[in-house]
């Protein structure tokens, strides 16, 4: 079982090739990583993809799981161009010349607003749940975990605060589900541009910028993956 370590925005995960996990095994090999991603090739440019929650939980969809598979297979396979299935989902990968990933995530489904504890709250499904309060990002430590673990979620649910700032600049923090706050999140930046109305925007987390596109439904995000040191 070979494995190395990836980090996209400081959103760390540890990627292992060929692995059986179980949620007991994730836990214990997880350490300080945000996550684990479970990774068996299937061709030159193609490759299976399962990703952890630190819990050992898993994850419909990450961004930013996804973006690092598809550099380390692009790496490891001299290719500019991958498929990655992540459960039912196929995301196609584009290496771009500036280090940063291109990732076409799918559809994006954003639902009516709604109430909930006492929140203005925008429900948005990137293929994972999201939960866009529109507000000042600071609240988050507040905001996050009640809405995470709130009744309306009964599978739990990835939570935002985030600010327009102007059209096409968004300022974001993330909660994600099973994990906590994390620097940033690919599929959070597509929920926050999508509930705020922006069909293209760059989202700043703590962690640095992503790049979103809504195009007929389907988003695509833009951002670096790098390996870290083992």
């Known amino acids: 079982m070979r494995s190395s370590r990836w980090h996209a925005l400081g959103n760390s995960y540890l990627l292992l090739e060929d692995a059986d996990l179980t949620p007991e095994r994730v836990r214990e090999l997880v350490g300080d990583a945000g996550g684990i991603l479970a990774v068996r090739v299937t061709g030159r440019d193609t490759a299976d993809v399962t990703i952890w929650n630190p819990d050992g939980s898993q994850a419909e969809l990450s961004g930013n799981g996804t973006r690092i598979a598809a550099r380390w297979l692009a790496n490891r396979n001299d290719v500019d161009r991958v498929r990655l299935a992540v459960g039912p989902r196929v995301v196609e990968a584009r290496m771009l010349g500036d280090g940063r990933v291109e990732t076409d995530l799918g559809e994006v489904e954003v639902y009516e607003r709604e109430r909930v504890a006492g929140l203005e709250v925008t429900p948005v499904s990137v293929g994972n749940p999201h939960a866009v309060v529109e507000g000042d990002p600071d609240d988050l430590p507040l905001i996050g975990p009640l809405l995470e673990t709130h009744p309306r979620f009964p599978e739990r649910t990835n939570v935002q605060v985030a600010r327009l700032d102007e059209p096409g600049e968004i300022t974001a923090r993330v909660w994600e589900r099973g994990v906590g706050?994390?620097?940033?999140?690919?599929?959070?930046?597509?929920?926050?541009?999508?509930?705020?109305?922006?069909?293209?925007?760059?989202?700043?987390?703590?962690?640095?910028?992503?790049?979103?596109?809504?195009?007929?439904?389907?988003?695509?995000?833009?951002?670096?993956?790098?390996?870290?040191?083992?």
């Open 181 to 230: 706050e994390t620097t940033a999140s690919g599929t959070s930046a597509v929920a926050v541009a999508a509930a705020l109305g922006q069909e293209a925007a760059r989202v700043r987390f703590p962690g640095g910028i992503l790049d979103v596109r809504l195009e007929c439904g389907r988003a695509v995000v833009v951002g670096p993956a790098e390996p870290l040191a083992n």
